[in-house]
């Protein structure tokens, strides 16, 4: 290691000095995950059959085939779609309206903030592997599937896509994203929403570790009309750092520093305070009609993906 | 206050770099350890509650480095040794003398007098004041001191573990003098002596010498004194037939009372002869064993109570000796035929002689001895020293035969030689003979008035002996020395030393005979313990102290080992009743006084100690999250 090297690694940033870039896994999206995901695709057909066709219904109404409602007719509607068994039983005209069928779009947010890469990267692994396989089955069933990754910022986009076969190039992007940078959901999902201007789906997929609060990022989806879905991707180890003594512990993303002294009363009030932020969040996301799935990095990705098709109302 | 050991500018040094350091690793030990944590918001929540004991925290990390520096500051100065300026001028020096003669091996008091005598000691030096100091020496033959002078209680009780009785008496007027020598100039002198009492004539150790200032102080040691003694034990062989031996023996018993003893003899560890005697009070009972036969090399008498029970001291209850080596000397007679020479060398039969005519010389065999019976032939390298009887003029004899003489006697002989012991040489009356002419070296052993007549001496290295006449040309063959001359030239050829001394006497000065070629030797005593020795002029020099069989090895090709015993052999160290009180020129000694075992005034003791306690209450303190 030469002069330079020494000054360069004292002069980085303490994040990058203490070795918190992970390492890119090449096997990420191997073979074994792609036969994951093909069975994936077929069960979710399987539990969601009849309901679940290659094209989604939306609120609007149109020249679908399904019937959606009355109206009163006026003057300029077509006479092909006046109820006359209405006319006849109440002497009253009505229009049948049908809701209008199009494609729905989906948006996996993912968060890539360095935090999602602590430790061993195992968080930023399952998100990864999460907004794959989800996306895969949205493929499948031939809707628009768009991936985002964010940090304070939106870091990585990638166009919309559709068709099983586009799933390749969603690996390729996955595959290209990092967790580096601080998180702010709200500055980020801002950007987003405004380059987004089809809504639909919105699922993010985070550890929710934002400084400035995780119900803002949220909110600016709830607030610009998508559908947000929360999949918290957990860590459980972080609930029980492995810390005795006196320490001086900083924040992987800000570098915020202070010092403690760790016993094992303050280890036992870590765990109280990490799982009580794990309830803040799902309460916010129940309060606010928000689905929410956290994500465990212990369980397996497959697993995951099985409960949220069970939980419902992740595709209708 | 006086600092004892480093002086303050030296601790003012010491404290500073240390108390130095000690901030230094204070404040590096203030740079925790950095450690990432995913999201420090949650850790935020946890320690919002503590933000109000920042300033205990700062206190209490105040007080750990004061603990610390408070620590360093005892240890500095304990270093120092500070003691009060009065006790420092008022402390005593003291030379303990300890009697290890073989009297304290002595067990009337259990387990034994020397036992008893330490463990008294030792509670001196626990109870030392701080400011006293003591040296320790023991007193046997010789003066040993175990200790320097001084106050280290860990040192001196050292010295109280090296403390072993010996098998010598005890000097006491050359303990004193030590002592005097060591208290000189000294404040508060104190000589404490720990004995049985047992130290020889108060009169004559008082002689010349003067105790001056210094307190004499006396511990007496033992309580009773029963004892039976082999006080004298020794051995020889006969001249004529050493198959065969002698014993002198003496039995002491140093009791007030009769008593009945069994002793036994023991040859090569067999039972020689067992006896039984009846001693009176104080009664010396000498014995005597003639015409033994049965051991070849060593003899051990040992005593004991008829009545089976075992007297107080058991180190004078053996006696050892050792009868020198025999070994078949191969000698060869040169003659024409005499039969006083036959009849002299038939007389041992340790002897394998060889006659042979003057013509057949030299033999093929090698031989110890050669005797020229009136010849005188170039010597051989084989035929060992010589013998040369009345050797003609003009032969190949050391000594030049000079001019005839007759009608001559012994008018001088060296009383000393080994050649001549136990013979009277004045009687000898001979009718003619030869003066002889020997070398500067030579050593005229016998002469007249004409001149001399035997001379000893060493030729290329072999030894000889001249007669300047026939034997048979006087009557020294018809007297009795004849065949012990003849005998004694061959044993002091082959260093067979008919004056061997059986047993050496412990407690003095031994010389014993080793091959003068040797500068040091090995002597291995009876526990088995090797010492250095140093060769001078043929003999090993030696302060024995223990008794029992011994073993020297000279180096060489190859080594020469050789034993003797050696034996306690004292009466006065066997009379062990005690002395309650000793007096010395006029002074009488005193109890030792003013030791009391746990008062110390070392201050550091109670510094190291405090540190300690420090160290003990910061560990706790650290454990339990107090102090940090």
């Known amino acids: 290691m030469s002069v330079l090297d020494v000054f360069k690694r004292a002069t980085a940033p303490v994040s990058r000095r203490m070795g918190f870039v992970r390492p890119e896994r090449a096997e990420l999206f191997d073979d074994e995950f792609q036969k994951k995901l093909e069975t994936l695709a077929i069960v979710s057909r399987r539990v969601f059959a009849g309901r679940l066709r290659a094209d989604r219904r939306t609120k609007k109404k149109g020249s679908g085939v399904e019937f959606a409602d009355h109206r009163d007719y006026v003057p300029g509607d077509d006479f092909r779609y006046v109820d006359w068994n209405i006319y006849q039983r109440f002497g009253r005209l009505l229009v049948r309206l049908y809701e209008e069928e199009e494609d729905l779009s989906i948006y996996f947010i993912v968060d890539c903030s360095t935090s999602m890469g602590f430790g061993d990267g195992r968080k930023f692994d399952q998100a990864r592997r999460l907004a794959a396989a989800l996306a895969y089955v949205g493929l499948a069933n031939l809707d628009r599937v768009t991936i985002v990754g964010v940090s304070d910022e939106v870091v990585a986009r990638m166009p919309t896509t559709r068709g099983k076969g586009r799933i390749f190039k969603i690996f390729q992007f996955l595959r290209g994203l990092s967790p580096d940078g601080t998180t702010n959901l709200e500055d980020s999902l801002k950007t987003f929403v405004a380059q987004h201007k089809r809504r639909g789906l919105a699922v993010l997929i985070s550890d929710l570790y934002d400084p400035a609060g995780f119900e803002a990022g949220i909110n600016v989806l709830r607030y610009n009309k998508f559908e947000p879905y929360v999949l918290h991707i957990i860590d459980p180890k972080e609930a029980h750092p492995k810390l005795k003594g006196d320490v001086r512990i900083y924040d992987c993303e800000t570098g915020e520093e202070r010092e403690i002294t760790v016993t094992q009363k303050m280890l036992e009030k870590m765990e109280r305070a990490w799982s009580e932020y794990q309830g803040e969040i799902e309460r916010f996301c129940t309060t606010h009609q928000v689905p929410y799935f956290p994500a465990d990095v212990e369980v397996s990705f497959d697993e995951l993906v099985l409960r949220v098709f069970r939980r419902g109302g992740f595709l209708r | 206050m006086i600092f004892a050991g480093f002086p303050l500018s030296t601790l003012l040094t010491i404290g500073g770099i240390a108390g130095g350091l000690v901030v230094v690793f204070y404040i590096l030990k203030l740079r925790r350890r950095p450690v990432a944590v995913p999201f420090s918001r949650i850790w935020q929540r946890i320690l919002r509650d503590k933000e109000a004991t920042t300033l205990f925290s700062q206190l209490k990390r105040l007080l750990s480095l004061l603990l610390q520096l408070l620590l360093l500051a005892l240890l500095v100065l304990a270093l120092g040794d500070p003691r009060l300026s009065r006790s420092i001028t008022k402390g005593r020096n003291i030379v303990v003398l300890v009697d290890a003669s073989a009297s304290m091996k002595a067990t009337d008091v259990k387990p034994s007098r020397i036992a008893v005598a330490k463990q008294k000691l030792a509670k001196m030096v626990r109870g030392l004041g701080g400011s006293d100091r003591m040296l320790i020496a023991q007193m046997d033959a010789s003066l040993r001191p175990l200790s320097t002078m001084s106050g280290d209680v860990s040192n001196l009780q050292a010295a109280v573990e090296q403390i072993h009785a010996s098998d010598t008496r005890a000097d006491l007027a050359r303990g004193l003098r030590f002592a005097l020598d060591s208290l000189r100039d000294l404040w508060r002198p104190e000589i404490i002596v720990i004995s049985d009492g ?430 940090v």
């Open chain 2, 198 to 627: 047992e130290v020889g004539d108060p009169k004559e150790i008082a002689r010349g010498l003067d105790l001056g200032n210094a307190d004499l102080r006396y511990v007496p040691i033992g309580k009773s004194g029963k004892n039976v003694a082999i006080t004298r034990f020794s051995v020889r062989r006969y001249p004529l037939d050493k198959s065969r031996y002698e014993v002198m023996l003496e039995v002491t018993n140093t009791n007030d009372k009769p008593v009945d003893v069994e002793l036994t003899l023991l040859g090569d560890g067999q039972v020689v002869d067992v006896t039984r005697l009846h001693m009176g009070p104080n009664e010396r009972l000498p014995r005597f064993y003639k015409d033994l036969a049965g051991a070849s090399r060593t003899l051990e008498a040992t005593i004991k109570l008829a009545d089976g029970q075992h007297d107080d001291l058991p180190a004078d209850d053996h006696a050892y000796a050792l009868m020198p080596e025999r070994r078949r000397a191969r000698v060869l007679a040169v003659t024409h035929g005499n039969t006083y020479l036959d009849a002299a060398l038939l007389l041992d039969e340790y002897l394998d002689v060889t006659e042979i005519a003057p013509s057949k010389y030299p033999p093929k065999e090698n031989f110890d001895v050669t005797i020229f019976d009136g010849v005188a032939p170039p010597l051989s390298t084989n035929t060992g020293s010589a013998l040369y009887l009345d050797p003609p003029d003009g032969a190949s004899a050391p000594v030049k035969p000079g001019h005839s003489i007759d009608m001559f006697g012994f008018d001088v002989w060296d009383k000393k030689s080994p050649v001549l012991r136990w013979i009277d040489m004045g009687d000898i009356q001979v009718a003619e003979g030869h003066k002889l002419e020997p070398a500067r070296e030579d050593h005229v052993i016998g002469a007249s008035v004409k001149g001399p007549v035997l001379v000893a001496g060493r030729r290329n290295g072999r030894r000889f002996v001249e007669l300047g006449f026939d034997p048979r040309q006087s009557d020294f063959v018809l007297r009795v020395g004849w065949p012990l001359f003849v005998l004694n030239t061959i044993n002091s050829f082959v260093e067979e030393d008919t004056g061997y001394l059986s047993s050496y006497r412990t407690g003095e000065v031994w010389r014993i005979p080793a091959p003068s070629t040797a500068e040091v030797a090995t002597l291995v005593d009876p526990a088995g313990h090797k010492h250095r020795v140093p060769v001078k002029e043929g003999r090993a020099v030696y302060l024995g102290d223990q008794a029992g069989f011994y073993k020297l090895i000279v180096p060489g090709e190859p080594p020469v080992t050789s034993m003797f015993a050696a034996n306690l052999s004292d009466v006065s160290e066997s009379r062990i009743k005690p002395v309650d009180k000793l007096e010395l020129g006029g002074q009488k000694a005193t109890a030792a006084l003013g030791f009391h075992a746990g008062v110390r005034r070392e201050l550091w003791l109670y510094l190291l100690f405090g540190a300690i306690l420090l160290s003990l209450v910061e560990w706790v303190t650290y454990h339990r999250r107090v102090t």
